[in-house]
């Protein structure tokens, strides 16, 4: 380690070149941020030199620095580094070029009036003590005046003693990684990057691959990533978040590194050159970029509603949907429960059993205040309990009409207490439209329009689902719980027959989910009329119309059947995909006897399909029949692409669509399991045997929660919108915050809608807060208008609120892309 001298001698060179290189910056207001803010005034005797804008200037310049402290002959990377450099200082439009000096001599970092000249500087370095003290404080001190760096490969070994420039590179190398090149995936997320955005998503390469010693996810804006299931990773693996390309402003300067470039024939690919190309244009300011988006740091997590008043839900009932209008408010919903304080009825001989208040309230960003909007009188209030005693009714969807700020309408899904059969356990659940005061935010009850309504039983727990969503068209999506009981088939299918109340199968989602002629288990598509009718658009899964031997029939509003409990969707207006996220069942592991274990699911519909439950879940992994009268006895195997309901409680066609597969799916053993499979198609289901195609993935207690695609408005003025690097990510997360999701996806149009997994997937959770005090149970999540994300916790208990229970807010606080259209080099054509 250096002496307690050397690091003084460092820190003196530092302030005296820092002070003479920046003093006319300073003066300018070039700099800003921390590194200007904190230093002292300049010392005009140190040196009469003074650049009066950041290095280099519109003749651009990049220095190439290729010093080793490694033994042996010089890297014949050094020279394919150069070359291409160069060649890429040549190419392209004339005012993004720029000329190149390659030296080998550190003494040009003491150099102020030389180093000064130069845009950016690139280190192509076997790593090692390059630097002696007071050259790495140049280099310190060029950063400060707003200079640029590249670091290629092995620079990350340079300055190993430094935490400054541990810093400026973003990560060390793990002593633990693989040596050898290897062919690997690597994942580009960020699509707006000069650096990134003309690579491919899943962009194929060999390499030398770097371990990191520490993960700098969330501390570097990440711009690419290595999958480390496609290569040999070795000991040091650092999991399925393997970031290989990076950036971020630094010390009053800009910072990019890759772990790319470890071979000579990575300079001779088109791609990478255009990589680096980026990189470059960046650095010696010759265009703008964002390089704060992926850092968690800039984003402010923020709750926005207090504790309800003791005995009331005056800020927020037991949460369970919100929307934002266009306006700012946010419209969100309690499904039903109360606090403690409240009864719970459980009786079925009292008049109010289940009874409950379903609550719309309004948030106004602007007074930041909550208003009860309204209360609907539903059957959603019986507490826990097991299958036969509690229930998810209520107030389960809320939507507003696509011309609100003109008509005021509301959309509720709901399960009205008026219409419940205390006899036959039967209730009635509806779609209607209400009318807000815009002026009092107070929801007119008696103005109710009943859309379009459907008979759900209420013995038996669970599966309501409730999403609502529209699409450009003015088309209303519905999302429907597959209303079947999660116990008496061990957890897997769902399709034992035989339990019933007064004839009424409970336990059979081939009633529901599998049925063609039943609204439940199932994403309706309506488009509703202003007098408080709806019309059917073209291009559902069925007419209604269809009829077979036996008197099977359709419903004409089925747009997706074969979900099981799809609580939210959401609609990309931008190009009309459907979005969805259901629960899956309860068993914890697969058998060979019945099928996977429970796969909770996310898929992007963009038509009309058949999703698979209760025959097929994942990626058409089917499940097993079962016998009659001994319902505990395997039959054969369903056949995912010839799926036929065969059940006694059917009332719709025997054959079925064939099976779609699922884009996400994940078990308590991980994402995407999947296994080997017979010459019938049919997977072992050996636990054993298991690949997992999506390793950031895992379950446990899981439910999952359907997020929005996020759409960045550039004409937006609003100063919190999150940046354009999320633009066309799809946000999705699990109800727990442990193991499970909270993740932004990319996806592949060309393969989405027949069920091709995620290119890419970064976590949120640094972004969206977990844990007891964040938003530890999520519940809904939608963007706002401003770009801002909006985000229910649904508290801490079940069927109830609590104190924990809120509306939060996710802002972006990091400012705009770098460097200030001010400072750039040249300006653009």
Known sequence: MRSTTSARRTRTRRRAWAATVTSGVVAAGLLSGPAASARTAPDPSLTTMSIKSPPGGANVRVLLFYGSAAAGDESPLVNAGIAAIEKIGLSGPENQRFKVTATDDASV????????????????????????????????????????????????????????????????????????????????????????????????????????????????????????????????????????????????????????????????????????????????????????????????????????????????????????????????????????????????????????????????????????????TVFGNKGGGDELRKVEEGLLGIEIDPAFEQNGWVYLHYTPHSEINRDTHMAERRVSRFTLDPATNKLDLSSEKVLLKWPVQIHSCCHAGGGLAWDSKGNLYIATGDNNSSGFSDGYSGNN???????????????????????????????????????LPEGN???????????????????????????????????????????????????????????????????????????????????????????????????????????????????????????????????????????????????????YKLPWLKGGGQAAMNGPVYRYDADSASEVKWPAYWDGKWFVGDFYDADQPRNAVLMDPKTQGDGGLPVHSESLKKIVPVGNDGIKNLMGWKFGPDGSLYVLDYGRGFFTSDSKSALWRVTYTGGGPTPAAGQLARKAE
């Not at 400060?144 to 490969?153: K, R």
């Not at 049925?515 to 598509?525: D, F, Q, V, Y």
């Not at 429970?598 to 029949?625: E, L």
Request: some cysteine.
């Open 541 to 691: 899964l069925f007419t209604g119309e269809e009829t077979a031997e036996g008197g099977g029939k359709t419903r004409g509003e089925i747009y997706v059947m074969g979900v099981r409990n799809p609580a939210r969707i959401s609609v990309d207006q931008q190009t009309d995909t459907l979005y969805a996220g259901w629960v899956g069942p309860d068993a914890g592991a697969p058998s060979t006897t019945w099928g996977p274990a429970k796969y909770d699911t996310f898929a992007v519909i963009t038509k009309a399909s058949n999703r698979g439950w209760p025959y097929c879940m994942g990626n058409k992994q089917p499940y097993r029949d079962r016998n009659l009268p001994d319902p505990s006895k395997p039959l054969g195997w369903y056949d995912c692409d010839h799926p036929k309901n065969e059940s006694p409680n059917n009332d719709g066609l025997v054959n079925l669509p064939p099976v779609t597969g699922n884009n996400i799916w994940y078990s308590p053993q991980g994402g995407g399991p999947d296994y080997p499979r017979d010459a019938n198609g049919v997977p072992s289901y050996v636990q054993g045997e298991a690949t």
């Open 109 to 376: 970092f003491t150099n102020e009036t030389k180093l000064g000249r130069f845009n950016a500087i690139v280190f192509l370095t076997g790593g090692g003590d390059v630097l002696d003290p007071d050259q790495e404080a140049g280099l310190e001190a060029y950063m400060e005046a707003g200079g640029g760096f590249v670091g290629l490969h092995d620079a990350a070994r340079a300055e190993p003693y430094s935490d400054w420039f541990t810093g400026l590179i973003g990560a060390r190398p793990a002593a633990s990684s693989p040596g050898t090149v290897q062919r690997a995936t690597v994942e580009v997320g960020d699509r707006t990057h000069p650096a990134a955005k003309s690579l491919p998503q899943q962009w194929k390469r060999p390499d030398k691959w770097l371990n990191w010693v520490k993960n700098p996810s969330g501390d570097v804006h990440t711009v690419a990533r290595v999958r480390e299931s496609t290569y040999d990773p070795g000991a040091g693996a650092n999991g399925w978040d393997h970031p290989v390309s990076w950036c971020r402003d630094y010390d009053g300067g800009r910072s990019f590194y890759t772990g790319m470039g470890g071979t000579v024939s990575s300079y001779d690919e088109t791609d990478f050159r255009d990589h680096l190309r980026g990189a470059l244009l960046w650095t010696t300011r010759l265009v703008r970029a964002d390089c704060k988006a992926a850092i968690t740091g800039n984003y402010k997590a923020e709750r926005l509603t207090q504790p309800n008043q003791p005995g009331q839900n005056d800020q927020i009932g037991e949460p369970h949907g919100l929307v934002a209008a266009p306006d700012g408010r946010v419209l969100y919903i309690g499904r039903g429960g109360a606090d403690a304080s409240q009864p719970v009825v459980t009786d079925w001989n009292d008049p109010d059993i289940g009874k409950g208040r379903g609550e719309v309230h309004v948030y106004d960003p602007k007074t930041k205040k909550v208003t009860l909007a309204g209360a609907l």
């Open 497 to 535: 027959p035989q339990p019933n109340f007064k004839g009424v199968s409970f336990a059979d989602a081939r009633r529901t989910a599998g049925n063609t002629n039943n609204l439940n288990g199932k994403i309706l598509r309506i488009h509703p009329e202003p007098d408080g009718t709806y019309t």
